[in-house]
């Protein structure tokens, strides 16, 4: 594991965040302005421009500060990708257990999107700056993500219920909250008291469990580069196209069953990868190439075992929302 160093420069940095809020006003400003149901051709198209967003960044990376660094933005983007897809599970589950109908469910992911960036943005600068100061915490890293990948291995067929969360009692017992769903508003007056709409607990959750979920995501990104801008960009694209990724692929979700073994051994794989970066040096192709390797041979075979048994995608769906 190299020194920890960055590429970007000042301007690079408020060029970036100018460029995402540009992006995100867009998003919600122009194109999402009016509450309605996103189709899944609509959402497949968005994701197709997400992605090639970050493949033009990627582009550019290799351009400025050559192919290494964009070797490292890729494959960081790839394993936070995959590993955000535990996060459309959650989606899914929370939209249920609140009733959230479909037209407001994309205000509610745009700001917990952003919100997530924000509390980002702090985790990864935090680390950097631990790992900077205490360059021994990177073995701390690498063993954290070897045991959870083992522990992810182990139990890959596990579920996440909110509905059972302690997140979700204590919402419940600490935010005073109606079950009036109020339009898109995110607070209501009912009787002179300022109570929160399904909308806002269903917001709170989602971000309790992206923060749980950072916590496995940004130390593998670490383990594949110490560049914070790098780490921070991959983590921003990727989250970014969440939205779009979970209109277009809520009722497929239940095809990749062999998808959390791939990301156990991506988990697994970057862990040892920090442990042992003192004596073992992984070039950034190689690393790129065990991450596709493992995730797409899991979405491979998932693919064929949900062929074999003739499973339905669309018949998914409805098990994951039965809590309703």
């Not at 998003?27 to 198209?45: N, W, Y």
């Not at 004596?279 to 995730?295: D, E």
Request: charged content about 15%; glycine content about 10%; proline content about 3%.
């Amino acid at each position: 594991m190299g020194a920890m160093e960055s590429v970007a420069t000042p301007w690079l940095w408020g060029g970036f965040l100018a460029l995402v809020l540009a992006l995100l006003g867009l998003d919600l400003g122009v194109f999402h302005r009016e509450d309605r149901v996103i189709t899944a051709r609509e959402a497949l198209s968005w994701t197709v421009v997400w992605v090639a967003l970050a493949l033009g960044f990627c582009g550019l990376l290799g351009w400025w500060f050559g192919a290494d660094r964009a070797l490292e933005f890729l494959t960081g983007y790839l394993i936070e990708k995959s590993l955000s897809v535990d996060n459309l599970f959650v989606f899914v589950l929370v939209f249920a257990s609140f009733r959230v109908e479909p037209r407001y469910q994309h205000r509610v992911l745009f700001w917990g999107i952003l919100t997530a960036l924000v509390l980002r943005a702090g985790m990864i600068l935090g680390g950097s700056a631990l790992l900077q100061r205490f360059s021994w915490l990177v073995y701390v890293f690498g063993a954290f993500l070897l045991l959870t990948g083992l522990r992810l291995l182990r139990h890959s067929e596990a579920e996440h219920d909110p509905g059972r969360s302690w997140a979700f009692r204590a919402l419940r017992r600490i935010v005073p909250a109606t079950s009036r769903i109020d339009g898109h508003a995110f607070f209501v007056v009912e009787q002179g008291r300022r109570l929160a709409t399904p909308l806002f607990l269903a917001l709170a959750l989602i971000e309790i469990s992206d923060v749980v979920f950072a916590l496995d995501s940004i130390p593998a990104i670490f383990g594949v580069t110490l560049d914070p801008f790098i780490v921070f960009t991959s983590n921003v694209f990727a989250i970014l196209g969440l939205r779009s990724l979970y209109f277009a692929m809520a009722s497929l979700l239940g095809r990749f069953e062999y998808l959390k073994v791939g990301l156990a051994l991506v988990l697994i794989f970057v862990g040892l990868k920090m442990a042992l970066s003192a004596w073992v040096h992984v070039p950034p192709l190689a690393s790129l190439a065990v991450v596709v390797g493992l995730l797409g041979g899991a979405v491979v075979v998932s693919l064929r075992r949900t062929r074999e048994l003739g499973r339905s995608p669309a018949g998914e769906a409805p098990r994951v929302a039965a809590g309703e």
